[in-house]
């Protein structure tokens, strides 16, 4: 299985209560522009990821799935409101 590095970018910042929390701003797949985030201010980072190259493919055939189990479930609700 090959793999490639996804940066999500975060920012630290202080909440309504006070509490310091960490908020993703972003996403890039490039180390350049996570490493130049990092450096814009001292409260940004990133976290490295390890994302499958079939995450598309994957992601379709989810969207797939969720489709079929809607639509059964719209054909059993018609069902069942023809048999009334």
Known sequence: MEMFDTYVLT???VNSRGDVISRNVGVTFSLHEAEL???DAVANDYET???DTN???DAATT???IAM???R???KQMQEEALR
Do not use: P
Request: charged fraction near 25%; aromatic fraction near 14%; charge should be negative.
């Open 55 to 57: 995450w598309q493919e």
């Open 49 to 51: 990821f390890q994302i």
């Open 11 to 13: 920012s630290l910042g």
């Open 63 to 65: 969207a797939l799935v």
């Open 69 to 71: 189990r809607e639509f």
């Open 37 to 39: 985030h990092r450096g």
């Open 73 to 75: 479930e719209i054909v």
